[in-house]
């Protein structure tokens, strides 16, 4: 017998506005620091050898102990690790903006990292189980996916601004004023539903694993960014981050509180789902990157046009997750939505492998933002309601944990493949036409055409990750539309039906049944 659906929050909505905010900051954080870097390099001392670890060290914090802060929100409750997260990240902030050495800077990026691991979760979470409605959930997560994925280029927008017209510190600095803004909405806003918590002891032996995994699976791929794929250092974590969550599957299956359920992964839909997002975000990091690049580079933007440059990306996903997948979602099958995107946004990479040393922004680059911009907001919104659809409520943090797993691994995949691929396509096309080369302009020439062939190499692979990303969803989601009638889950059918969740085949979960998410 289901239990009562629990009354809806009137507050809900405002509740969105300071989730979304806080989301905005993690996600921003991200890339806002890559532009304010070569500054804060220049202001601390800090060695070519050890830059990297600036932007290393929340990438390793962060995506080391995601599965831990998603299960911190399952044990404290939502709203605790929220405001614990946002205190926490502030606070780290504060440190990294008044640091006075490269030490005191990369361990507050550090600290930034490890609480940005308990508020994401978190945030997302408190979406889960303050939206159980269809319709009004579609709209909840449009807004929410569209600034998951358009805030790293926001970042590069404010990144662009603080830099050249303040200091690299107020990178730092104005997540401060971020986090005020989220705790006052926590403490006199938001509300968590009553039964939200779910107490159960820690599983140490899966925390160590699936932190030490992860962590060593990022700073693997960012070694290979560096050190080259067949370095004995790259290799060496890689293969240790394969034996580690190897192991750590092994825990799982045999705990009897595991800190990842596998029955949260390996529904069909919800792996899907996890699946789509880490492969779209792996081709999706390289416009950022490379396109940073191209317009400061080539077309000789400054940091902050260049951020700006990005806006129509930003327009293109929330109209692709606010308007379009909002209203469509409640009425068609979320694949309907997921494959198409990934195809658009392929489509807009292919345009991209056109760009040339002498090309302009509005051949190319502008419709491909919109188009990658569109095809995102199509992928995110959908993908982001469904990795978190139909999960008992006590497993709606880790849950919500793994959608950000997937985003950090994916961009550290990301990162690292594609640079490598465009480095050395870029080092080919140099040796191969260097023959020709008689003066100083013709070899400043080569040098920008050997940089754009590189691009133009790595926007082709990122267009057949996100072809891969399409096909992903639109083989393995197979939910029915989300705004039908549908049975509502119970506690006690969820636990009946736990070993053939586990087993991928209960039907309640191959095809999720209860956009109410709970009981």
């Known amino acids: 017998m289901s239990n009562p659906v629990p009354a809806l929050d009137p507050r809900r909505w405002k509740a969105l506005a300071f989730i979304a905010l806080a989301q905005l900051m993690v996600v921003l954080d991200g890339t806002i620091v ?7 390099q220049h202001d601390l001392g800090i060695s070519d050898a050890n830059r990297q670890w600036v932007v290393t060290a929340y990438a390793l914090a962060f995506g080391g102990l995601l599965l831990f802060g998603g299960r911190i929100s399952d044990r404290w409750g939502r709203r605790r690790a929220f405001m614990i997260g946002l205190v926490g990240f502030a606070a780290a902030s504060a440190l990294g903006g008044a640091a006075v050495n490269p030490g005191m800077l990369l361990g507050a990026r550090a600290l930034q990292g490890a609480f940005g691991a308990i508020l994401a979760p978190a945030a997302l979470s408190l979406l889960t189980v303050m939206f159980t409605q ?13 600034i998951s994925g358009g805030g790293a280029a926001i970042g590069l927008i404010l990144g662009g601004v603080l830099t050249e017209y303040a200091n690299w510190r107020w990178t730092m600095f104005v997540n401060v004023f971020f986090a005020l803004v989220a705790m006052a909405g926590a403490v006199l806003v938001i509300k968590e539903p009553e039964g939200a918590r779910h107490s159960t002891r820690l599983d140490i032996p899966g925390i160590v694993l699936a932190g030490a995994g992860l962590a060593s699976l990022v700073y693997g791929f960012n070694k290979a960014e560096t050190a080259g794929w067949s370095a004995t250092s790259t290799l060496g974590f890689i293969i240790a981050a394969v034996v580690l969550l190897a192991a750590f599957v092994v825990v799982q299956s045999r705990s009897a509180s595991p800190l990842l359920p596998l029955r949260v992964v390996l529904d069909r839909n919800r792996g899907g789902a996890y699946l789509t997002i880490g492969i779209s975000v792996v081709g999706m990091f390289g416009a950022f990157l490379f396109l940073t690049y191209y317009l400061q580079v080539v077309l000789h933007y400054t940091p902050m046009t260049s951020g700006f440059a990005f806006l129509p990306m930003v327009a293109g ?3 692709g997750a606010t308007q379009v997948a909002v209203r469509l979602l409640p009425k068609v099958p979320a694949r309907f939505l997921m494959a198409p995107g990934a195809f658009i946004a392929a489509g807009a990479m292919l345009l991209l492998t056109q760009i040339s040393a002498d090309g302009s922004y509005a051949t190319h680059v502008l419709p491909a933002l919109v188009m990658l911009g569109f095809g995102m907001g199509l992928v995110f919104m959908p993908a982001m309601n469904l990795a978190t659809l139909g999960v008992q409520r006590q497993d709606a ?40 080369v008689r003066s100083a302009s013709g070899a400043a020439s ?9 691009f133009s190499i790595a926007f082709g692979v990122a267009a057949g990750l996100l072809t891969l990303a399409g096909l992903s969803a639109a083989l393995l989601v197979n939910a029915r539309p989300l705004g039908g009638h549908q049975p509502t889950s119970s506690n006690s059918g969820a636990n009946a039906n736990s070993n053939a969740n586990a087993n991928g ?9 209860a956009p109410t998410l709970v009981h």
């Open 397 to 436: 943090g880790v849950a919500s944990a793994m959608v950000s797993t997937s985003q950090q691994i994916g961009g550290a995949i990301g990162t690292s493949l594609l640079s490598t691929i465009a480095n050395s396509a870029t080092a080919h096309y140099a040796t191969s036409h260097a023959a020709g």
């Open 317 to 319: 996903m929330m109209l």
């Open 446 to 454: 080569l040098q920008s055409a050997a940089m754009v062939h590189g």
């Open 505 to 513: 085949n209960a039907a309640t979960e191959a095809e999720p049944t």
């Open 34 to 40: 890559n532009i304010a870097l070569p500054s804060a």
């Open 134 to 146: 269809p319709k009004e959930r579609a709209k909840a997560f449009g807004i929410y996916g569209a």
